[in-house]
């Protein structure tokens, strides 16, 4: 720097030498390879062959008869709430609850699945309509109270999620609400009654594997919310609002209602996926005290790996999903199947620090060049 | 009416639910203690969740190993540092967002403790109590306050500790004002992150100490949803208390209060909806916070990442 001509501070930075794809591509290798061998150092610890882990985890996700079916279909829920996740950080708001406003979309879901008469296909496309208007309702709370009294949505939308556990145990216990009185039920848990087999999604069988159409409906989510953000005016202002909320303010978009719309899309999408997970058949297509199993935590670690594309959101949801069912294939060889969520959330945190890392070095190489372009 | 007030009355005059209060509120104070400090320096720091997880898991494992209520406390303070460098190197050091950061490091934790007790299945076990002579023989209060197992009077420790270091150091003073603007801090000479880095060590070892008290003090065993949310409640309690040390207890008492009424109801007989008793807790929290978050100033630079020449 010392030898050059004064550089202006804005191309202080230089052409990068990286190629950006090469450069993300490079970021993920490194992150995810970083947490894998924490993890496998973690199973060797706990004296275990890493080597057969890692086999049954690519059998259980992939190679096994019907398993990368299975895969898919765990990804869709995932793959929605992460969709919904990078719509509200890109505004500027976290809400981690999704757990609790996917929940809320399944028991909408399952009333009216199950208390209403209908065609199957109006009760279908009914029921997931109410599944994504009351998560996005669920949400809708914690965003009244972020807009109404400043109570922070990382707060709000957390604790939501104990009392949505807590709603549906109401929901499943009371035989006035969906409880299955059914003396012919298969098992004495208690549970929903089952959604009729009518309103269910249909399946397509490709090569042995059975893939719900659910899934193209999330892929078809992906390139809508990349499209939304990155090509129209609503989500131009969601952006400016998550990067530089005064001047979005200054440029007239509304902090309120921009902000609770995203809040109330990231509810929502979070509903939608529980919705679907129910007439997708998940738990015998019945609502269950654990229906959600974490699927609303595995969302927001998605949208957190991709760093906030929706598109990057597929792979990273596939990602996620394979390492779930591969799980399911970990008993045989003696390490507990919640190994996998040390090796996701490893992951997710390594990748936080390149990025950083970056970020830092930008600007310092900033600051030096001004000072180099001040009059002596 | 008259028999849901008769009924509280007799739920409010038993001994035992006051004695359950003061173990629940010791519990979120150890909690929010630290994470009044944090806040103070400007960080809302999420990873309170993860600290007393960590805590909890090392007190036990601690225990374990040694037999020592000692060891076990000292190791689960270690635990929950060591979740808040994690989380304060990546915030204040690398400037990753603290948000992001927090939940990473809560679903780790998670992760982590739910991989350990499956594989190592901690046991846990209970400190001995010990009455304060005098003091635990004043009625009502007296029991409540004095008669508890010994960790819990640590509390009585620490809350002065942390008046003195807040309010009465040069290193409190620039704590806070790393918090209220870290701009002209920094112009004076502090060095802001490293004061944002040092508040969140300080609420992770309280915080990692609340966990294993949590165990060792009051359950007497491990589990992994033994914390379920607590550290958001000690946030909202932080909030509740205006960012003051006064207010900040009186919030976790009031929210150990609600926690040990979900207890007291059925255990005095009670019929209430179980699903509504479970959830009273965290709807309190959610009433209180609507109410009160707008009434106080908060720290001016809460939640604000401070880069120098970046406002």
Redesign the interface.
């Known amino acids: 720097m010392s030898t050059d001509s004064p550089v202006s501070p804005a191309d202080a930075s230089g052409p990068s030498l990286w190629d950006p794809r090469l450069y993300a591509l490079l970021l993920y290798g490194v992150s995810v390879g970083f947490a894998l061998v924490i993890s496998a150092g973690?199973v060797a610890v706990?004296g275990n062959a890493w080597g057969s882990v890692a086999g049954a985890l690519v059998d259980g996700a992939f190679l096994a008869p019907g398993r990368w079916g299975e895969t898919l279909g765990v990804a869709t829920p995932i793959l929605l709430v992460a969709l919904g996740m990078v719509v509200g950080v890109r505004a500027g708001f976290?809400n981690?609850g999704q757990e609790g406003q996917l929940l809320m979309g399944a028991l909408a879901m399952a009333v009216i699945g199950t208390r209403l008469a209908g065609s199957g296909l109006l009760l279908l496309v009914g029921g997931l309509a109410a599944g994504a208007v009351a998560g996005g309702l669920y949400a809708g709370v914690a965003a009244l109270?972020r807009f109404?009294?400043?109570?922070?949505e990382?707060?709000?939308t957390?604790?939501?999620?104990?009392?949505a556990f807590?709603?549906v145990?109401?929901a499943i216990?009371t035989d006035w609400f969906l409880r299955d009185l059914d003396p012919t039920r298969p098992s004495q848990a208690v549970t929903s009654a089952a959604l009729p087999d009518s309103v269910r999604l249909p399946v397509i069988t490709v090569w042995g594997n059975e893939v719900s159409i659910g899934f193209f409906l999330a892929l078809l989510g992906a390139g809508l919310a990349a499209f939304v953000l990155a090509r129209t005016v609503f989500g131009f202002k969601l952006r400016l609002l998550g990067s530089n909320p005064k001047v979005a303010q200054q440029a007239g978009v509304s902090f309120g209602r921009a902000g609770a719309t995203a809040l109330f899309i990231s509810g929502a999408a979070a509903g939608l996926a529980g919705a679907l997970m129910l007439v997708a058949g998940a738990s015998s297509a019945r609502l269950t005290a654990g229906f959600s199993n974490e699927i609303g935590?595995q969302g927001?670690?998605v949208a957190?790996l991709a760093r906030n594309r929706p598109l990057l959101c597929i792979p990273m949801a596939i990602l996620f999903a394979a390492l779930r069912t591969g799980s399911g294939f970990l008993a045989a060889t003696g390490v507990?199947r919640?190994?996998?969520?040390?090796v996701?959330?490893?992951m997710?945190?390594a990748l936080?620090?390149p990025?950083?890392?970056e970020?830092?070095r930008d600007?310092r190489r900033i600051?030096i060049a001004a000072q180099a372009t001040e009059p002596a | 009416m008259s028999d849901i007030l008769g009924a509280l009355g007799d739920i409010f005059a038993s001994p035992a639910m006051y004695g359950s209060a003061v173990r629940l509120g010791v519990f979120l104070a150890f909690a929010a203690l630290g994470e009044l400090v944090a806040e103070k320096a400007g960080t809302i720091n999420i990873s309170v969740e993860g600290s007393l997880l960590a805590g909890a898991l090392g007190g036990t494992v601690a225990f374990d190993l040694s037999g020592s209520v000692v060891i076990g406390l000292a190791a689960g303070a270690a635990a929950g540092v060591s979740v808040a460098m994690v989380a304060a190197n990546m915030s204040h050091r690398l400037t990753a967002d603290q948000f992001v950061v927090g939940i990473t490091v809560n679903v780790l934790v998670l992760g982590l403790a739910g991989f350990l007790d499956a594989t190592v299945s901690p046991l846990g076990g209970r400190a001995g109590v010990v009455a304060i002579p005098f003091l635990s023989r004043v009625p009502v209060i007296g029991p409540a306050l004095f008669e508890q197992t010994w960790p819990t009077y640590l509390v009585y420790g620490l809350v002065p500790l942390t008046w003195w270091l807040l309010y009465r150091t040069r290193w409190g003073l620039e704590v806070r004002s790393a918090g209220e603007n870290p701009q002209a801090a920094d112009v004076s000479g502090v060095h802001v992150n490293r004061r944002r880095r040092e508040a969140i060590y300080y609420g992770g070892s309280l915080s990692g100490l609340g966990g294993a008290f949590l165990i060792l003090g009051q359950v007497g065993s491990f589990d992994v949803g033994a914390v379920g949310g607590r550290g958001f409640i000690a946030i909202a309690a932080v909030y509740f208390g205006g960012w003051t040390l006064r207010g900040t207890l009186i919030g976790a008492l009031l929210f150990g209060m609600a926690d040990a009424f979900r207890l007291a109801v059925p255990v005095l007989g009670y019929q209430v909806n179980a699903q509504l008793l479970a959830a009273l807790p965290y709807i309190l929290t959610l009433v209180v916070m609507y109410f009160i978050t707008k009434r106080f100033v908060q720290p001016a630079a809460l939640a604000r990442p401070f880069v120098r020449g970046l406002r």
Request: hydrophobic content about 65%.
């Open positions: 973690l706990t976290f981690i109270m109404r009294r400043g109570v922070p990382v707060i709000s957390l604790l939501l999620v104990f009392v807590q709603i145990g109401f216990t935590w927001l670690l957190l507990d919640t190994v996998v969520d040390v996701q959330a490893m997710v945190l936080l620090v990025p950083a890392v970020f830092m600007r600051s």
